[in-house]
């Protein structure tokens, strides 16, 4: 049986008496459109994070990525994300069309700031979109229209502390064998966890 946690934080109030309260500059970092900021640091972002979550409130946080400026600024409330090949799972997908609610996170390499977007979103087969979108002489299977309800850039501290691009600090490069997890949980052998690595591995390079 688990222990009732005594400390247990259950109210705003009691947050705010440990956390404290914003500044009085906080609100004005808040922001309901693109200002010519934060569409030039989508334009060179190369990598976002999508959470996302379905009809009863579960999440999903999905990578999207491609060269900068995959994603698409169609003003400044609205932006377009391709979806391209991939596992067919389709979580954030399918969220979407049960919980339009989402929220990205832009990242660029080597900077600290982050650049945050919540809102609502749709998806959409329109042909001309999918083909604005084409990378590598292929249009985007699906795309996701964003419509901005908050912006705001976050600050540096988290990648400070965590030294992420501080490539000196970095662990050893260390493979992350599919071929090996998905053979074990089949109860397969080492052939076959040779020959879904060799898969996934030919998937990487001819279907991006």
């Known amino acids: 049986m688990t222990a009732v946690d ?13 956390i404290g309260t914003p500044s009085d500059l906080v609100p004005h970092k808040l922001w309901t459109v693109l200002d010519e900021t934060c569409a030039d640091f989508i334009q060179r972002s190369p990598f976002l994070l999508l959470a996302t979550s379905d009809a009863e409130g579960n999440m999903d946080v999905s990578p999207k990525g491609d060269g900068p400026g995959f994603v698409a600024v169609e003003d400044e409330t609205t932006l377009l994300i391709p979806d391209r090949s991939g596992n067919k799972l389709i979580f954030g997908l399918q969220n979407i069309l049960a ?10 390499p080597g900077t600290g700031e982050t650049l945050r977007v919540n809102g609502t979103a749709e998806l959409t087969s329109d042909p001309a979109i999918l083909d604005s979108l ?75």
């Not at 005594?6 to 440990?18: A, P």
């Not at 919980?99 to 660029?108: S, T």
């Open 6 to 18: 005594s400390h247990r934080i259950s109210t705003v109030d009691e947050l705010r008496t440990i």
């Open 99 to 108: 919980n339009p609610h989402i929220g990205l996170i832009f990242l660029i």
């Open 134 to 208: 084409s990378a590598r002489g292929k249009p985007a299977v699906v795309a996701i229209r964003v419509r901005i309800k908050e912006v705001f850039y976050h600050c540096a501290k988290a990648f400070l502390r965590a030294q992420l691009w501080k490539s000196d600090t970095w662990p050893a490069k260390k493979k992350i064998s599919f071929g090996k997890i998905l053979a074990g949980k089949m109860g397969a052998d080492d052939k076959m966890a040779e020959q879904i690595d060799q898969f996934v591995e030919q998937d990487y390079k001819t279907n991006l």
